[in-house]
């Protein structure tokens, strides 16, 4: 159960550093 909350969460920080990425590149 650890292994897999701490799995989801790296997940997520991945996916949310990768929508800034995303949207930062968008705006120019």
Same mark, same amino acid.
């Given at each position: =159960? *650890? &292994? @897999?909350q @701490? #799995?989801?969460?790296?997940? #997520?920080? &991945?996916? @949310? *550093? %990768? =929508? %800034?990425? &995303?949207? $930062?590149?968008?705006? $120019?």
């Amino acid at each position: =159960m *650890q &292994i @897999s909350q @701490s #799995y989801h969460r790296n997940l #997520y920080l &991945i996916y @949310s *550093q %990768t =929508m %800034t990425v &995303i949207l $930062f590149l968008h705006h $120019f």
